[in-house]
Structure formats: C-alpha cells, structure tokens
C-alpha cells in the first residue's frame, strides 16, 4: 500500500480525546517515518561515495607544536627511507661489473654494447634496488641506430647514474622544504646552498665574511628564472629541471677550468666580480645605489629615461637599490635573450603598462639615444627608420603592436631592447658591418703572418 494512502486513512480515522496539537505532532511523526522508509531504499545507490579515501589533510597552525614537530619528523623518516632506497657506490660499482661481465660483442671502436637478452639477465642479476632501470621502455629509450639491436653501456650506466644523482638531490632539496608542500622559499635555498659552500673545493678560497653576500648572489638567479611571478617560492621539480644545479655543483671539480670559471655564475671569481662592481659603482659608501651611481653601469652609457623606469619599477629604499634588486638588474642585462630577462626590460619599456610596446613607446626611449647621441657629437639617427627596423626584425603578430611574446618569438629581443636603452649597444648595432669587416680583415692579417 502506497504510504500516502496509509497516511490519509490513519488521519481519517476517529480520534475524539486528541486536541489538534497532539493530532498535528502524529501527523508529523508518520510523515517522517514512512518518509524515511522511502528514502531508504535510495541510500545504497549512494553507499560508494563512503569510500572515497581522505584526500585533504590541513596543515598545523603555528601554534600546534606538537602537530609541527610529528609532521617534522614523519617527513624525515620518509625522506630517510627514500634514501636508503638508492644505489650506493658499491651497488653502482657492482653493476657496472655486471653490464661489462655481460657486454654483446662486437664493440664499436672502444665502446662496449649489450643486447636486450643480456640486459634482462643483468637486471635479474643486480637486485630489486636496480629493477626500475631494466625496464622494456629503458632499452628502447637508448637504442638508437645500432645494427644489431644493441645499447651503449656506457650510456645505460651513465643514465643510472643521472637518476640517482636526481633523487638524491630531490631528497636533498627536500630536507630543506620546511613547508613540506614541494617547494623553497628564499630562506630555505638560502641555508641549502650555505650548508653546501664547505663542500665545494672551488669555494675554498672564500672568506666566511664574504659567505652572505655569495649565498645572496647563488640565490637570485635561481629565483630570478625560477619565479617570474615573484610569488617568493620554487618548484624543487623545476629546480631539478634547469641547469643551475648542475652548474653549482660543477665546482666540486677541483680542476674546473679557469675559463669554465669565468662563465659559471656560481663560481667564486663570478660572485666577487658581480659584488666588486657593486661595491665600485658605491661611491658614497653607503651600501646602496642611487640612480646617479647605477649610470656608470657598464659602459655608461645607458639612457637617463631607461634607468628612471628603473628607479620607478624595481623596489627600492628611499630611492636607492640594494644589493638584491641589483643582482636582478645584472642579470637581465646579462641574459637579454632569456624569456626572463626580457619580460623584466619589457615591464620597463611598457610605460603605459598596457601589456605591449607602440610607436609611441618606442618614440620615448628612442629620443633619449638621439639626445646622447648629439652629446657625444654623432648625427642622430632617424627614429622612422628605427621604428622600421624594429618592426621588421620583430614581425609582431599585430602591425602596430609588439607583445612581449613577440619578442621573445623573434629571437631578436636582445637586439631591439639594446637599440632602445644603451648608446654604446645601439652603435655597435648601427656599425656592426663595419665591425664585421674589420674583424674579417684582423682574422686576415694574422693568417699572413
């Protein structure tokens, strides 16, 4: 029977003693009741969603020190065991004896192979440490035109070797993440690289007084390139991905070339020229820069309206910058062809801020060049034939417009930044035939000779 006809006939029947209170409560009691019945026999269609595990898990507040310091040191447990799960120097050792026991011949020229038979055996050979890399899609990945289906193992071995180092480095990396969500603040790659100085042997030479302002300078240009968004954190996965470790932990290399040296931003005669340079455009001595000292950047020669954008833009204190948001500007003017670097000048060059560069832009950063160029007794260039150049080069998707993505697609945004805020760069463009020549001509003499 239908609980609506069940309900209807036990209100019709006679209740002479109850008042109109007590009849509405029943009336309400029944309904809940069979209510209830009837929507009990939907509930075990909905029964799965019971056992949908927990996914979200809050972090402790501050003031939860109990929970911090379990959190604390669960992570470490688990990092502790990660570790223990990696190849150590006699695993590794003991499976490069096993790959060359168990190399294919014939060798080409002085390098060993193995085909996918012998590498199996290998694998089942070398313990469940190492069962990861002998995987079909391994093989595959490093087969590349070998005539008889063969793998370099050098190179296999060379791969290992890499995936270990990544894993050590994550877990390295991530003993520092004192968030424990993936990422590194400032202060935490701060203290990594501080605790890694004293294993480097390139560092050696480096007074302890001198420890704050290189860990200053190793630091920035990871968050420089890492963090375009300034949100004051990296990814550890990014840092893993980009090359800036490798060349950090290149200087463990005690015979590191002096030339590799110069290049490496990280090395010790990198940081000491960056902070000396620092230190010389300081003439007041006061440990910051004002715009006046920020213009014997260099050649000197960069335009008074480029670095007002400069002053205007960048952080400053009281109107002068310190060493931090130098090492920023150093390392824009450095790298002008990377999409980091550009999209710093382009925030300069953007006056209106409006998200691209127009005649009108250009016009006012040209102008300036033109000025020093009266200055220094040079004929001024036509701004319209600039412009032109400037166009073309860049080839913006919009005629009348460059984005900063138009420059960056171009591969010419070094080239139109240097034009539009430094003389000494927009000469060297406007007579790089000349320069050409010339260097063809010396090239010529000296094979003379």
Request: charged share 30%.
């Amino acid at each position: 029977m239908d609980w609506r006809e069940m309900l209807r006939r036990r209100l019709a029947a006679p209740h002479s003693r109850k008042s109109e209170k007590e009849l509405k409560d029943e009336e309400m009691d029944l309904f809940t009741k069979y209510y209830t019945e009837w929507k009990g026999g939907r509930k075990n269609a909905n029964a799965f969603y019971k056992s949908i595990p927990r996914f979200y898990y809050r972090l402790p507040a501050e003031d939860e020190v109990l929970l911090q310091k379990l959190r604390e040191e669960s992570r470490a447990v688990f990092l502790q065991r990660k570790s223990r799960e990696l190849l150590d120097n006699e695993e590794l050792q003991n499976l490069w004896f096993l790959l060359d026991k168990h190399q294919t011949p014939p060798m080409i020229g002085e390098e060993a192979m193995i085909n996918y038979e012998n590498f199996l055996k290998v694998g089942e050979k070398a313990g469940p440490k190492c069962k990861q890399f002998f995987m079909a899609k391994v093989f595959a990945k490093l087969i590349h035109t070998d005539p008889y289906g063969r793998i370099s193992i050098m190179q296999f071995f060379n791969y290992v070797m890499r995936k270990v180092w990544l894993h050590q480095t994550r877990i390295g990396l991530s003993l520092y993440d004192v968030a424990g969500q993936g990422y590194l603040r400032e202060s935490d790659l701060e203290n990594y690289i501080l605790e890694l100085i004293p294993t480097l042997p390139q560092l050696d030479g480096l007074e302890k007084s001198f420890y704050s302002f290189y860990v200053c300078t190793a630091v920035r240009k990871f968050f420089f390139f890492l963090d375009p968004l300034r949100t004051g954190k990296i990814k550890i996965q990014d840092i893993l991905a980009c090359s800036f470790l490798d060349d950090l932990l290149e200087l463990r290399d005690e015979e590191l070339s002096k030339e590799s040296q110069e290049t490496n931003w990280f090395s010790a005669p990198s940081a000491l020229r960056v902070y000396g340079q620092y230190l010389n455009l300081d003439k007041d001595h006061n440990g910051m820069l004002s715009k006046e000292e920020l213009s014997r950047y260099g050649t000197a020669t960069m335009t008074n309206v480029f670095l007002d954008r400069v002053f205007q833009e960048c952080l400053t204190y009281d109107g002068e910058m310190d060493y931090k948001t130098y090492l920023d500007f150093v390392l824009a003017l450095e790298n002008r062809k990377e999409p980091a670097a550009l999209q710093y000048i382009f925030k300069l060059l953007d006056i209106e801020n409006r998200g691209y560069l127009n005649v009108f832009s250009l016009n006012y950063f040209f102008r300036a060049i033109q000025e020093l160029m009266k200055i220094h007794g040079q004929d001024p260039v036509s701004f319209q034939d600039v412009k032109d150049e400037i166009f073309d080069m860049v080839k913006p998707k919009d005629p009348l417009k460059i984005s900063l993505q138009d420059l960056i697609n171009s591969n010419q945004g070094d080239t139109v930044t240097t034009i539009l805020i430094d003389l000494n760069g927009f000469w060297t463009y406007e007579n790089r035939e000349a320069l050409v020549a010339n260097d063809n001509e010396n090239t010529a003499d000296l094979e003379d000779t």
